[in-house]
């Protein structure tokens, strides 16, 4: 009887016959084509992680993390990878998360589940505002903590100069609060990562292009002059979320706070096009960039600002917002690339697929390759459809309204010393605790002002036209 083969000889795979060699086949075409390659002088780092994709809201609920997977599937696809330093992100810590978010929060999403949890009621809200907008769904911590620990390592590869520009689509979460959730938002990723870039730059300029209001990462930085932010944002205080960041709203009103006149705002009209868009943008970051010299940039790229987004209201296209990106890119920073909102999900990846490609500096075909995963969700195969096809918003943005919003963050900016001296030393975790204790100081001074005057002005016969 004959032995049975131990050892069984192949003949070498062909191309046709491995699907994964053919992929990668597709691949090595499209950085060939592309004119895909690692930026010269400069590095970029790109941070994502599968897990955060697979989670999900709720069938009815706006935010799709799966839209993560289809930018990644087009930025794979066209061969931009081999341009970037690439990086599995890991899960934030509660260590990190307690920099700016109280314990008890981070304890309760630690563990809350679907079956656990007891909501609110319209009599009693739930204390941490866990409700319609940000529900408790399965494995709700792991994605907390997965995408704020990419912005994290995003913000180290910054200040280890491993990087000149990171990337982390998955974060950009602008609106949770100290201890709370807000907006689909519960970590916010962006006050941790700017905290993480304060431990090695004086100043961190953050600028927020989202069609909501970056209201989490302002109230977090309102009185220090180490951060600036500026949000361009649609505004309507009675009917849009959150209804903050007003024409009038740049920062504490008390002018001998350090936060005065660094949170800037440029709130918006319905229906804003894209050359409006794109002037307004660089006559406002311009003056910013030049008057406050940031020694770092934190640009939030929410995608809900793009014409036929589901719960925006602008016209801009995608070539528009990218033109954002690469003015900032213009600036020579230290930058911090993330996501935030979006809610049509092919146009969310097509916007950071394209703007992936503007931050590595690559040409890239118009017509996505046709060895895209998930091709049949973009019906035109285009990177850069016309968008709004649906139906564009009416402009309500006069040329004079534009104009005098420039002018107002022009006027603040008067006000702001350039270069503002700042000792390097580990910036406090409890922002707010820093706030309450700035507030009381001016309190006590204006005291000791007031208690001197009356001083002054006993005996005079009458009182001052201030004395009380």
């Known amino acids: 009887m004959a032995k049975p083969e131990i050892v069984r000889y192949y003949g070498s795979a062909q191309a046709a016959e491995t699907d994964t060699f053919t992929v990668d086949e597709k691949v090595r075409f499209a950085v060939a084509s592309n004119g895909i390659e690692k930026p010269k002088g400069y590095t970029v780092s790109y941070h994502t992680n599968p897990a955060i994709e697979a989670h999900h809201f709720g069938m009815l609920h706006p935010m799709k993390p799966w839209r993560l997977t289809l930018t990644n599937k087009i930025v794979l696809a066209y061969g931009m990878y081999d341009a970037m330093d690439l990086y599995m992100s890991r899960a934030a810590t509660p260590q990190e998360l307690t920099d700016f978010h109280t314990e008890d929060y981070i304890e309760f999403l630690q563990r809350a589940t679907p079956e656990n949890f007891i909501p609110g009621t319209e009599a009693k809200p739930h204390p941490f505002n866990i409700g319609e907008d940000c529900p408790i769904f399965n494995g709700l911590y792991s994605y907390a903590s997965l995408y704020a620990g990419a912005s994290l390592d995003a913000a180290r590869k910054l200040t280890n100069d491993q990087a000149q520009i990171a990337i982390n689509w998955s974060g950009g979460l602008h609106h949770a609060k100290k201890s709370e959730a807000s907006g689909f938002c519960y970590i916010n990723d962006i006050v941790l ?91 406002c970051v311009g003056p910013c960039v030049q008057t406050y010299n940031p020694t770092a940039i934190v ?27 690469a003015f900032v890119k ?96 580990q910036i406090p975790p ?24 009356r001083a002054r002005e006993r005996g005079v016969g009458v009182r001052g036209d201030l004395y009380t």
Request: aromatic content about 8%.
């Open 299 to 325: 640009l939030q790229c929410g995608a809900d600002s793009l014409g036929g987004d589901r719960l925006g209201c602008f016209n801009l296209g995608i070539a528009a917002h990218g033109a954002c990106l």
């Open 193 to 283: 990562a700017i905290l993480q870039l304060l431990l090695h730059h004086p100043r961190v300029l953050y600028i927020d292009i989202d069609v909501h209001h970056g209201d989490g990462v302002e109230q977090a930085f309102w009185s220090t002059d180490r951060v600036m932010t500026l949000s361009f944002h649609k505004y309507e205080p009675t009917t849009f979320f959150p209804g903050t960041g007003g024409p009038d709203d740049h920062g504490p009103s008390n002018p001998n706070n350090p936060g005065a006149h660094h949170a800037l705002n440029v709130p918006l009209h319905d229906g804003i096009e894209d050359d409006q868009y794109i002037k307004l943008f660089q006559d």
């Open 430 to 453: 409890d922002l707010g605790a820093v706030r309450e204790e700035v507030d009381e100081e001016i309190r006590l001074e204006k005291l000791e002002r007031e208690e001197g005057r």
């Open 330 to 425: 213009k600036c020579n920073r230290p930058l911090l690339v993330l996501g935030g909102g979006g809610y049509t999900p092919r146009n969310v990846a097509r916007l950071w697929a394209y703007e992936t490609s503007l931050c590595i500096g690559a040409e890239v075909h118009a017509v996505l390759p046709a060895h895209t995963p998930y091709l049949e969700h973009f019906e035109d195969r285009l990177l850069l459809p016309p968008l709004g096809h649906f139906g564009k918003y009416e402009n309500r943005n006069s040329p004079k309204y534009l104009q005098g919003l420039v002018q107002s963050i022009r006027e603040s900016l008067r006000y702001v010393e350039g270069n503002p001296s700042v000792q390097m030393q």
